[in-house]
């Protein structure tokens, strides 16, 4: 033990973070969002009486929330009576729809023997905070549970669940067509097709406490669709023509037009091209298992092919 | 808001942080600011610089008289109806990569300072 002036100073001024400062970041707060939830509950729980003391349940059952904000290019969303939760919130964790509530692990786990391991050791599992949006538990302050590690205990974190949403925010590029002879393409004579920008994005993951869950993009080939059956399926995003080739086939994705486009509309074939992203998820733990989600991004394209070669 | 707690966690960590990110969610869905500071006047309770990470224990007098709830838009009042002025609070500190880290804050509601 040591009790000496000069730190305590240092002490004195962390500690006012803690009740005052840590939260006086919230007086630049902006809301973007509708609800009034915290209107009527006791936030933040610096200012509150009864935080932490459980019961009291002072919250309205607000089921009013959620629904109007499913617009395009928001959160995914994830479901709990009838109203709709983000799946991951960056302060409240990951949502659990089966109880209605946000965990995650506390980064810094409490110490053994302290009440919020409910009689277990740290060996045993580890500490969630819990916030359950919908209901007085977690609106009037915090909560925590204990979640076992152990072989066949239900974990809080649905790790299926976030291996969408992590495949979902990860950036599979659209294909950009390549097409060689671009303007004198002509039938019967090698088109070589490839797709530039198809750089995978970089791996995802999610690691909670005895968990965790990767997903990795990979590419399982592409489809060219000109229309009218004209389909090519290939491997690989293809090899980009370059002059040296000549009159050379695409060593890995090429076609040869039978008709030409001239009676297409516009004298062009237009169709589709699309790349056949997969997001490869590996979950391990209690509830390890591997599995697939397609993740398919097109572009459009079109392409001019003449009937005959025109020679002198 | 600093919905990413990037300056929370160099104060806090653990239930203190988790604490912090829920009570500024709560805010911002509720549409609230708070306006005005809180006050402090801690006094270090215990130093163990041989424990691994080495720990100290903050007992403070959080008075939050001049700290309000107010609603973003028109400023107008927004106390909870059981709020606090002054009470006790015991905050638990680690020393951490050359700072040390809030993990636990404790309040005493009932004891008045």
């Keep these: 033990m040591l009790n000496s002036p000069k730190p305590a100073r240092r002490f004195a001024v962390v500690a006012s973070l803690s009740a005052g400062l840590l939260l006086s970041s919230a007086v630049t707060a902006t809301a973007d969002e509708p609800p009034d939830a915290g209107a009527n509950t006791c936030s933040p729980s610096v200012i509150c009486s009864h935080v932490g003391t459980g019961g009291s349940s002072t919250s309205t059952s607000g089921t009013s929330q959620g629904g109007g904000d499913t617009g395009g290019g928001g959160p995914q969303l994830c479901s709990y009576h009838d109203t709709q939760w983000a799946c991951y919130d960056p302060e409240r964790g990951y949502f659990n729809s089966d109880v209605g509530c946000y965990f995650r692990p506390l980064d810094q786990q409490p110490a053994e023997g302290d009440k919020a391991w409910e009689g277990h050791k740290p060996s045993e599992g580890s500490v969630y905070s819990k916030v359950c949006p919908q209901t007085a538990g977690g609106q009037d302050g915090?909560?925590?549970?204990?979640?076992?590690?152990?072989?066949g205990a239900t974990p809080v974190i649905n790790l299926t669940v976030q291996a969408k949403l992590l495949a979902?925010?990860?950036?599979?590029?659209?294909?950009?067509?390549?097409?060689?002879?671009?303007?004198?393409?002509?039938?019967?004579?090698?088109?070589?097709?490839?797709?530039?920008?198809?750089?995978?994005?970089?791996?995802?993951?999610?690691?909670?406490?005895?968990?965790?869950?990767?997903?990795?993009?990979?590419?399982?080939?592409?489809?060219?669709?000109?229309?009218?059956?004209?389909?090519?399926?290939?491997?690989?995003?293809?090899?980009?023509?370059?002059?040296?080739?000549?009159?050379?086939?695409?060593?890995?994705?090429?076609?040869?037009?039978?008709?030409?486009?001239?009676?297409?509309?516009?004298?062009?074939?237009?169709?589709?091209?699309?790349?056949?992203?997969?997001?490869?998820?590996?979950?391990?733990?209690?509830?390890?298992?591997?599995?697939?989600?397609?993740?398919?991004?097109?572009?459009?394209?079109?392409?001019?092919?003449?009937?005959?070669?025109?020679?002198? | 808001m600093d919905s990413d707690g990037s300056a929370?966690?160099?104060?806090?960590?653990?239930?203190?942080?988790?604490?912090?990110?829920?009570?500024?969610?709560q805010l911002?869905?509720?549409?609230?600011?708070?306006?005005?500071?809180?006050?402090?006047?801690?006094?270090?309770?215990?130093?163990?610089?041989?424990?691994?990470?080495?720990?100290?224990?903050?007992?403070?007098?959080?008075?939050?008289?001049?700290?309000?709830?107010?609603?973003?838009?028109?400023?107008?009042?927004?106390?909870p109806a059981d709020r606090l002025n002054r009470y006790v609070a015991t905050a638990s500190l680690r020393w951490f990569q050359a700072h040390w880290l809030i993990y636990d804050f404790k309040r005493e509601v009932d004891r008045t300072c």
């Excluded at chain 1, 004198?184 to 968990?211: C, D, F, H, I, R």
């Excluded at chain 1, 237009?270 to 993740?295: C, E, L, N, S, Y």
């Excluded at chain 2, 104060?11 to 969610?25: E, H, I």
């Excluded at chain 2, 708070?34 to 080495?54: E, F, H, I, W, Y």
Aim: aromatic share 6%; proline share 6%.
């Design chain 1, 142 to 151: 915090l909560q925590t549970q204990f979640v076992s590690n152990a072989a």
């Design chain 1, 168 to 312: 979902d925010r990860m950036a599979f590029p659209a294909p950009k067509a390549g097409l060689a002879p671009k303007e004198t393409a002509v039938v019967k004579a090698p088109v070589w097709l490839w797709a530039e920008g198809m750089v995978a994005p970089k791996p995802s993951s999610l690691t909670v406490p005895g968990a965790s869950v990767t997903v990795t993009a990979q590419l399982d080939g592409m489809t060219w669709d000109f229309g009218q059956g004209m389909t090519v399926d290939c491997a690989t995003a293809g090899t980009p023509y370059d002059p040296v080739y000549k009159d050379a086939k695409s060593p890995d994705c090429g076609y040869e037009f039978a008709a030409g486009s001239g009676t297409r509309k516009g004298g062009v074939f237009t169709g589709t091209v699309t790349a056949h992203w997969r997001a490869h998820v590996v979950i391990t733990g209690p509830q390890a298992k591997t599995f697939d989600i397609d993740m398919p991004r097109g572009s459009d394209l079109a392409l001019k092919v003449a009937e005959v070669q025109v020679l002198n």
């Design chain 2, 28 to 79: 911002h869905d509720g549409k609230l600011l708070m306006t005005g500071m809180p006050r402090n006047s801690a006094v270090v309770k215990a130093v163990d610089l041989n424990a691994d990470p080495q720990t100290a224990v903050i007992e403070d007098c959080v008075d939050v008289s001049d700290w309000h709830r107010v609603d973003a838009v028109t400023r107008t009042a927004k106390d």
């Design chain 2, 8 to 25: 929370l966690e160099a104060y806090s960590s653990g239930r203190a942080l988790s604490d912090a990110l829920v009570g500024l969610r």
